[in-house]
């Protein structure tokens, strides 16, 4: 059984989903991490996640050139990355 926050996570993926249309469950999920504060590092939410870091680093690069749902801001071991302003108006479109 999933707990609360994992509860959240998944209604708002699912969310973010429909609303977006063309955003994948990976990129919906990178989305839903960033706003609720799980991670902002490609290394962390791959190992949350347990996911490969190169696909977790395809999708940021995706996302970031295709609608500006994320913006990276410092590429080394870890890519840091935020909300773009796509990413800031689809996640408050979701949440009202």
């Known amino acids: 059984m999933m707990d609360e926050d994992e509860a959240e996570y998944m209604r708002l993926v699912e969310a ?3 609303e977006a249309g063309r955003l994948s469950g990976l990129g919906a999920g990178i989305v839903a991490g960033l706003a609720l504060d799980i991670a902002s590092d490609s290394r962390t939410f791959a190992r949350v996640f347990g996911l490969a870091h190169a696909l977790v680093l395809r999708e940021l690069t995706a996302l970031a050139q295709t609608g500006d749902y994320v913006r990276i801001r410092q590429r080394d071991a870890r890519t840091h ?4 302003q796509a990413g800031h108006r689809l996640v408050e479109e979701v949440k009202g």
């Open 81 to 84: 990355y935020e909300l773009g």
């Open 16 to 18: 973010l989903k429909a």
